[in-house]
């Protein structure tokens, strides 16, 4: 019972913290600046989750499949600016990576 109460208690909490800066938000008014700097949340935040996965296994560089991944990822992205694409490059050498080296 103490735990469907703790669930329930931090789910009252988070629900009434962003109901609250959701209702205000229209009110506040952001520098350009600041807005500007928010820009750069997003792919910071994915970056500092995607980065450790990658790189964590140093010891096998070439056997790695999420290195290789994310490189052909990052060489197709740059290339085309395309994210479907991308996507799909990265997916598609991690899988075969794995699939031939293992």
């Known amino acids: 019972m103490n735990e469907a109460a703790l669930i329930v208690g931090m789910a009252l909490l988070t629900f009434s913290l962003r109901y609250a800066l959701l209702g205000m938000s229209g009110r506040i008014l952001l520098s350009p600046k600041l807005r500007n700097a928010l820009r750069y949340v997003p792919p910071s935040v ?50 075969l990576w794995q699939w031939l080296v293992r």
């Open 46 to 95: 994915l970056s500092a989750i995607v980065v450790p996965t990658v790189v964590m296994p140093v010891d096998d560089t070439v056997l790695n499949a999420r290195l290789m991944g994310a490189i052909a990822a990052i060489v197709v992205g740059y290339r085309t600016k395309n994210l479907l694409l991308t996507i799909l490059a990265g997916m598609l050498v991690f899988f």
